[in-house]
């Protein structure tokens, strides 16, 4: 298999999320794998409660210039978005794509959550 990135080799019906702090996490999925499950399954992972700021995204790794975000569709299976043409060149990454209209009070409710966000 050939990298996907320079080091990360693809595997087949393996999603890699690559999060702020550096870490990946990797999931196996199936046909009926959605973007949700992922979702649900990274939040419970990282103790993540104020979930309705974040989404998966996905972004280009062989545009050299800023990289653009495409937000994944939290009903689409993972077998859809792998068989998008240049599915190879994209990466996974959790983001933070709706940010709180007070950053105290989401320090207050979710500090992991906010964490999250200053590091993004």
Known sequence: PSPV?????????????????GQTKSFKYDSTTTVQDVLNSLFEKLSIKCVNHFCLATEHVKITRKNRLAILDPKDTLTKIAAKPGAHHLRCVLRVTYVPKDAYELLQKDPIAFEYLYLQ
Do not use: T
């Open 5 to 21: 990135d320079g080091n990360v080799p693809f595997l087949p019906n393996v999603l890699k999320v690559f999060l702020e702090n």
